[in-house]
């Protein structure tokens, strides 16, 4: 007597696995599940940041206050160099002048080290990422978030800077608020980016310092932009002014500084700051999301 034929019999194997509902171990999720799982580790995220924060200078004796003292630093040097060798302050008044530069500094460290913390989000984190099952988007999230943190508890010294040199907090000191979202946003994209670079690339966060340190003498830091390019192009002034980096400063300079006025922002200012922050953010999301099953593989 011959046994009834299987059921199964002649499927395939990814015929088998779909009926049985097995799934390809480390598969990518869809999009939208990709950014549920992300929103379900909330806590984590938060809790990463934070303990990454307090590691961050727990070696030194002066510890979190080097959050301040670096950028602070920082400043004096550019200053120096700058202020009062170089004159870059044309135009601008000391009162103007020295919170124009402790702001600009501030502001582009945030990104700054968004970027690097990014680039080494995945290569410096491999053990958790091989032994953990957790959406990789949370080592880049998590370290813009520690930055963001890291940002708010130096603006301690922007405001105190800023009064001390004659611009008192006024309704304009609002516009800080959304200025650090539309920042945030365009970090946190900037950093989705590299991490996926920089884990197939570890080489790019030994690159990625003279990159940074390009951008940042071509976003002004250290001048007004539109100062030193009197005479220039106009289209070269609004290419520069357009520039990210150069966006989000100068919002926070007019928000933060009552000699700092709207005819040092470019036209149509906080749609390009908008775009910056929706486009970075979405696609370097997108992008890092696409790796999402290689990351910790190899």
Do not use: C
């Not at 611009?167 to 994209?189: A, C, D, E, K, R």
């Not at 990159?211 to 030193?228: A, D, E, H, Q």
Request: no cysteine; net charge positive; proline share 5%.
């Amino acid at each position: 007597m011959t046994a009834a034929p299987s059921p199964d019999e002649g499927l395939t194997a990814a015929q088998l696995a779909a009926k049985y509902g097995l799934a390809v171990s480390g598969a990518r999720p869809s999009l939208t599940e990709y950014i549920r799982e992300l929103w379900g580790r909330r806590h984590f995220i938060l809790a990463f940041s934070q303990a990454k924060l307090t590691a961050q200078y727990s070696q030194a004796k002066l510890g979190q206050l080097w959050q301040v003292a670096t950028p602070l630093l920082n400043a004096a040097v550019y200053y120096f160099i700058f202020g009062v060798i170089l004159h870059a302050s044309r135009g601008m008044s000391k009162d103007v002048y020295i919170p124009f530069l402790v702001t600009g500094v501030f502001v582009f460290t945030f990104t700054q080290s968004s970027i690097m913390s990014g680039v080494r989000a995945i290569s410096g984190n491999l053990g958790l990422v091989r032994a953990l099952h957790f959406p990789r988007a949370s080592l880049p999230v998590s370290f813009s978030l520690q930055q963001l943190q890291q940002l708010l508890f130096s603006m301690i010294v922007m405001f105190i800077v800023a009064i001390g040199f004659g611009s008192y907090p006024s309704l304009s000191w609002l516009l800080i608020v959304p200025v650090l979202v539309l920042q945030f946003l365009f970090n946190t994209g900037l950093a989705l980016i590299v991490a996926r670079m920089g884990a197939k690339t570890p080489d790019l966060a030994q690159l990625m310092p003279f990159i940074l340190r390009t951008w940042m003498y071509t976003s002004g830091v250290m001048f007004s932009i539109n100062k030193m390019m009197e005479g220039r192009s106009e289209l070269a002034v609004r290419l520069l002014q357009v520039n990210p980096a150069a966006v989000y400063m100068d919002l926070m300079r007019f928000a933060l500084i009552d000699g700092y006025d709207a005819s040092n922002l470019p036209p149509h200012v906080w749609a390009i700051a908008l775009f910056w922050a929706v486009v970075v953010f979405a696609g370097g999301f997108v992008y890092f999301w696409k790796a999402e099953e290689r990351y910790g593989r190899g």
